[in-house]
């Protein structure tokens, strides 16, 4: 069981930076995958990134790629993810998700593939 809280969301200039967190409650956090998705109003929810229980193994979408760094800090049952070089296009609420895989290197895509998620946080690029 993880309950997962968002933070760190906001308005920011395009080209600009914000950096995400993700804290998690549980005994367990590192048996966890962790993934990051987005969702626009009137779109589909859209996979971001995702990270493995020890963070030797990340993915990250086409759209984000190069510009978005996920990581986290198991001492601190924390997730992160770096945004930099940000557009309008980012303009999304950020949802941080979990999956338990004990100590394997999987970090699912998939929303489906995922059990627990936080609220959202809200990120706005201005233009």
């Known amino acids: 069981q993880v309950l997962l809280v968002e933070s760190g969301g906001g308005l920011v200039q395009a080209g600009g930076s914000l950096r995400l967190s993700c804290a998690a409650s549980g005994r367990t956090f590192n048996k966890y995958a962790m993934g990051w998705f987005r969702q626009a109003p009137g779109k589909e929810r859209e996979f971001a990134g995702s990270?493995?229980?020890?963070?030797?193994?990340?993915y990250y979408g086409d759209s984000v790629k190069g510009r978005f760094t996920i990581s986290r800090d198991n001492a601190k049952n924390t997730v992160y993810l770096q945004m930099n070089s940000l557009n309008p296009e980012d303009t999304a609420v950020y949802y941080c998700?979990?999956?338990?895989?004990?100590?394997?290197?999987?970090?699912?895509?998939?929303?489906?593939?995922?059990?627990?998620w936080g609220q959202g946080t809200q990120v706005t690029v201005s233009s």
């Open positions: 998700a979990a999956r338990y895989t004990g100590y394997s290197d999987y970090s699912p895509r998939e929303l489906k593939e995922y059990n627990y």
């Open positions: 990270i493995n229980w020890n963070g030797g193994s990340t």
